[in-house]
């Protein structure tokens, strides 16, 4: 996991170059969107540029945003579920999300901040997709 620079922990402004890497783009990146209006960027007293945390999120937040309109063209998980959540529990960090396909009772782990972004409450209509890398097989005794 990658380390987060102190300036994010603490709600500081960071140094563009932390910015870019947290957006996974260069830094070069981030001064064209400087120039452009993008991105809001001040300098420090040093001249340094530095990106304010709210304006990060904004930035990331637009970026997710544009990349949801994308279809779904094909995808290797084959084991697609659709069905009715029918409780969501969240906490701060954590949300558990039990969803009724059929017959099937499924229950994800995911962040609060996924489930919310996602809309996700008793009666929204889902597909549950899942990849496993193992499958265990079991029988009952006397076999």
Do not use: Y
């Not at 070069?28 to 304006?55: F, K, P």
């Not at 969803?99 to 929204?124: D, F, K, W």
């Amino acid at each position: 996991m990658a380390k987060t620079p102190k300036e994010h922990r603490n709600g500081q402004p960071m140094r563009i170059g932390q910015a870019a890497e947290l957006l996974g783009v260069s830094t070069d990146t981030l001064r064209r969107w400087a120039a452009s209006g993008r991105i809001r960027v001040r300098r420090s007293s040093g001249g340094q540029r530095l990106v304010g945390l709210t304006e990060l999120r904004r930035l990331q937040r637009e970026r997710r945003e544009r990349t949801k309109q994308r279809p779904i063209v094909a995808q290797s998980a084959r084991n697609r579920f659709p069905g009715i959540v029918t409780r969501v529990e969240k906490d701060r960090v954590a949300a558990v999300v039990e969803v009724q396909a059929g017959p099937h009772r499924l229950v994800s782990l995911m962040t609060a901040e996924a489930a919310t972004e996602l809309g996700l409450g008793p009666g929204r209509s889902v597909v549950c997709v899942i990849k496993a890398t193992n499958v265990v097989v079991e029988v009952p005794a006397g076999r």
